[in-house]
C-alpha cells in the first residue's frame, strides 16, 4: 500500500518506537497510510526504522531521539516540531519497563525512579504537552500502554505493579478530564508479551528472561499493534475505554498454565 502527498495523512506519536510494541505500532499504522512521530533514545534503531517504513509506504516519518523521562528535552521535541507534524491526531503513550523484581525490603532505588521516571512522569510530559494540541483541534486519540500488572499486584513487582495502577488511573481521569474536547482516550492492559521487556528488566541475562515465557505461547508485540489500531479506527462516536488482553495460556497476572 503507497500513499502520495496530495492524501490528508493523519498523525500518530509512538513513544519508545525503537523496539517491542512500539516499533511493531510503528509498522501497522505506516502500513495504513498514517503520517508517524517516533521517539525513543535509540537514535540509530529510530533512523533505521523511518527510513525503512518511509521507504516502504511513501509516508512521511519523523525521528526524534530524546529521553522521555527528560522534562526539557520533551518540551524541546513537541515544541519544536515542523509545521506539517504539529497536528496530532494520536498519542500512544507506549514507552515503559520494568527494572528488577526484588521484594520492597531490597528493591534498588535506582530501579525504582527509573520506573516512575519513565513509566509515570514520561507519559504524564508527553501527555501534558500534546493534550493541548488535541484540545485546542477538539478532536484526538491517547492510547495509554499499562499491564495486567496496573489490574492486579503480584510478589516482587510493588514499584512496578504501582506505576502501572497509576497508568490505568491515569486513562481512567484523562478520559474525564477530556471528554468535554471530543477526545478519546484508550487503555490497553497487556500480559505476557515476548519483547525486550523481561530482557531490561533482568539487565541482559538471556537465560532468566527466557524462562519468563517457558512453557507457553505468549503474545507478541503485533498483537498489541494491532489491537490499538482497532481500537482508535472505531468509529468517531465509540470510543474503546480499556482493554485487557492476554495469552491464550494466561488467566491473569500470576495464574498461567505450561507445557
Known sequence: MYFNSLQILKTILITG????????????FAQNGYQLIITGRRKDKLEQLADRLSNQY???????????????????????????????????????????LSPIQEGLLSDWESMIDINLKGLLYITRLVAPI???????????????????????????????????SL???????????????????????????????????????????KGLTPLNANDIAETIYWAVSRPDHVNISDIVITPKAQANATTTIRN
Open 58 to 100: 511513501m509516508v512521511p516519518i519523523l525521528a526524534l531521539d530524546f529521553d522521555i523521562a527528560n522534562q526539557k528535552a520533551c518540551e524541546k521535541a513537541i515544541q519544536n516540531l515542523p509545521q506539517e507534524y504539529k497536528k496530532i491526531d494520536i498519542l500512544v503513550n507506549n514507552a515503559g519497563l520494568a527494572a528488577g
Open 134 to 168: 488535541m484540545t485546542a483541534q477538539k478532536s484526538g486519540h491517547i492510547v495509554n500502554i499499562s499491564s495486567v500488572a496496573g489490574k492486579e499486584n503480584y510478589a516482587n513487582g510493588n514499584v512496578y505493579c504501582a506505576t502501572k495502577h497509576a497508568v490505568d
Open 171 to 213: 486513562s481512567q481521569t484523562m478520559r474525564i478530564d477530556l471528554l468535554q474536547h471530543g477526545i478519546k482516550v484508550t487503555n490497553i492492559a497487556p500480559g505476557m508479551v515476548e519483547t525486550e521487556f523481561s530482557l531490561v528488566r533482568f539487565k541482559g541475562d538471556e537465560n532468566r528472561a527466557k524462562n519468563v515465557y
Open 17 to 28: 518506537a525503537s523496539s517491542g510494541i512500539g516499533e511493531a505500532c510503528a509498522n501497522l
